[in-house]
C-alpha cells in the first residue's frame, strides 16, 4: 500500500456530502474528484466518515457521525451490534425503502446492462424484516484477552468476529440464544478449536452443525448434549469435510433430515443441514406461487428446471405439468430431488447432473425442446444456458436471480433469441442487506397471444 493511501487511513474523519445510493445500499459522493463508497449513509446526507480502504480508482469509507438532518427514509437500525457487524448493511434504511431501492436498482441494470426497455415491475414480494434467516455459517471464535467465546459474524471491513449477544435476523431460537451459545463452547475442552457453527432450520427442527478440528472429549460432547436437550436444538458435528457431517442430539434411527413444506403445505421437502436451501421461508413460499403463476402451466406441458437443487421449484411445477426434468451440478442434490419426488409421491419428474457452465454434451438425453423453461443459477447467472436456449426452444422462460447484474445481462442475450421480457419484480430474500432477489418472465415475441 502506497504511502498516500496508509495515511488515508489514519487520517481524522472527513466530511462527505452524499449523492446517491449505490446497487448494495452504500453512500456514493466524490472527494477531490475521486469516487467514495460510505457505509451507513443516505443521499442527501452529510457525515463524517472514516476511511477503511483506499484503492486506485475509489476508496470505501465507514460513518461516524451525522452531521445534517437525517434523510427521511433514515430509521434506528433494529440491531444492538448493527455499526460494527459485518452481517447486514441497510438497517439505517426503512424497511419499504430498501425494497424500493432494490426494484429500482432491478428496472435500471435492464436498461444499463441488458440494453433492454423496463419492463412492467411486478409488486415486490416481501416478508417480516426480523427472524426470517433459516441459514447462516456463524463464525466461532476463542478471544485470549478477552477469555472469551465470540460467537457471530465478521465486523465489517475486517476479519475479526463481532462481539454480539443476540442477531434479530436470524431465527429467534438462534438468533436469542447467541450469549447461551457463546457460554457453551466457552465451557468445553475444546473451547479453542471450534472455528465455526453452521445454522440450518426447517418447519419441524433447527440444527447447529458444529465444526471442531480435534477430537470432543466425552465431557465436552456430554455438555453439547445436553445443551441440545435444554434448548431443543439439534446437535450436529463436523470432525472434518462436509461428508463428515453427522447427527449427535436427538439419537435417532431417521435419515439425517430436516424438513420444510411448499405449494401451500402439499409438498415436503427433506434436506441435510449443509444442503443448498432459500434462506427465507415466507419469500420461498410466495416465490414459488408467483413462478407458477408466470409460468401458467397446463397439464400436458414438459417443462426445464435449470439449476433445480433439491427440487424447490421442481415439486410444485410437477403437480400442474406433464413432466418436469431438473437440472443439477451436484450429484448429491440430484440424489436429493429423487429422494423427495418419491417421498411425495411425484413420477413425472427426472433429475440429471450437468455442468450448466460448461459445453453441453449433445447427446446428454435431456437435451431438447420443453414448453417452458425455469432458471435459478447461482449468482453468476447463466450465460451458456441463455446463448443455448434455441435447443430448448421454449415458449415461456421464468428466471429468478440472486444477482441483478447477471440477470440483466443474460436477458440482454435471451433478447437476442427473440424473447421479450414481459415483467419482473424484486423478493425481499435477505432484508437488511444488499442482496437483490429477483424474477423475470420472458416470452417468445413470435408466440405471443
Ligand atoms: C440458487 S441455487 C437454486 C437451487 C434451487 N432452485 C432452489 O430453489 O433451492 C443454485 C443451484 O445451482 C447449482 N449450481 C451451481 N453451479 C452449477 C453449475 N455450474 N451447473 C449446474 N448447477 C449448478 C447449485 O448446486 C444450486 O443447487
Known amino acids: ?73 433514515r430509521v434506528t437500525p433494529p ?58 455459517r456463524l463464525g466461532v471464535r476463542y478471544v485470549r484477552a478477552r477469555d472469551e467465546v465470540l460467537v457471530g459474524f465478521r465486523e ?48 419441524d427442527a433447527v440444527a447447529l452443525v458444529v465444526r471442531h478440528l480435534k477430537p470432543l472429549s466425552q465431557t465436552d460432547t456430554e455438555a453439547l448434549e445436553a445443551f441440545g436437550e435444554q434448548t431443543g436444538l439439534q446437535i450436529w458435528l463436523q470432525p472434518k469435510g462436509p461428508d463428515t457431517v453427522h447427527r449427535l442430539w436427538p439419537v435417532s434411527d431417521e435419515a439425517p433430515r430436516l424438513h420444510y413444506s411448499g405449494d401451500g403445505g402439499a409438498v415436503t421437502y427433506a434436506f441435510h443441514p449443509l444442503d443448498f436451501t432459500q434462506v427465507n421461508r415466507e419469500v420461498n413460499a410466495a416465490m414459488l406461487a408467483q413462478a407458477l403463476d408466470w409460468l401458467d402451466l397446463r397439464d400436458t406441458d414438459t417443462v426445464l428446471d435449470l439449476f433445480c437443487g433439491l427440487g424447490n421449484f421442481t415439486l410444485p411445477l410437477a403437480r400442474r405439468a406433464g413432466h418436469v426434468t431438473g437440472v443439477e451440478g451436484v450429484q448429491m442434490m440430484v440424489d436429493r430431488g429423487y429422494e ?59 428466471y429468478v436471480s440472486c444477482n441483478p447484474a447477471t440477470l440483466a445481462r443474460d436477458a440482454g442475450i435471451l433478447a437476442e433469441q427473440g424473447y421479450r421480457l414481459v415483467r419482473a419484480g424484486v423478493m425481499d430474500m435477505f432484508p437488511h442487506t444488499g442482496h437483490v432477489e429477483s424474477m423475470a418472465l420472458f416470452r417468445r415475441a413470435d408466440r405471443e397471444e
Request: glycine share 8%; hydrophobic share 35%; with cysteine.
Open 79 to 136: 440491531c444492538p451490534h448493527y455499526e460494527r457487524c459485518g452481517g447486514c448493511s441497510l438497517q439505517h434504511l426503512a424497511p419499504e425503502a430498501q425494497i424500493e431501492h432494490k426494484q429500482s436498482v432491478l428496472a435500471e441494470l435492464f436498461g444499463r446492462i441488458g440494453h433492454l426497455e423496463r419492463p412492467e415491475m411486478a409488486a415486490p414480494i416481501r416478508s417480516r424484516d426480523l427472524g426470517y434467516r433459516t441459514k447462516a
Open 340 to 398: 423427495n419426488a418419491r417421498a411425495n409421491g411425484l413420477e413425472n419428474v427426472t433429475f440429471c447432473a450437468a455442468d450448466l457452465h460448461s459445453a453441453l454434451d449433445a447427446r446428454a438425453g435431456w437435451i431438447k425442446g420443453y414448453d417452458k423453461v425455469l432458471l435459478d443459477p447461482p449468482r453468476s447467472g447463466a450465460e451458456l444456458m441463455c446463448r443455448e436456449m434455441h435447443r430448448f426452444n421454449p415458449g415461456v422462460i421464468v
Open 156 to 203: 465489517r471491513h475486517s476479519n475479526f468476529l463481532t462481539a454480539i449477544d443476540r442477531c434479530p435476523v436470524l431465527i429467534e431460537a438462534v438468533g436469542e440464544r447467541i450469549e447461551a451459545l457463546k457460554a457453551l463452547f466457552r465451557s468445553l475442552e475444546a473451547y479453542d478449536s471450534i472455528p465455526q457453527v453452521e445454522v440450518a432450520a426447517g418447519d
Open 1 to 73: 500500500m502506497s504511502r498516500r493511501r496508509r495515511r488515508k487511513l489514519q487520517d481524522a474523519p472527513v466530511e462527505i456530502h452524499i449523492e446517491s445510493l449505490t446497487h448494495e445500499g452504500r453512500g456514493l459522493a466524490h472527494v477531490d474528484g475521486k469516487t467514495v463508497f460510505v457505509d451507513g449513509a443516505l443521499p442527501g446526507e452529510t457525515v463524517m466518515a472514516r476511511y477503511v480502504n483506499c484503492r486506485r480508482n475509489y476508496d470505501e469509507l465507514t460513518t461516524t457521525e451525522l452531521v445534517s438532518a437525517p434523510a427521511p427514509e
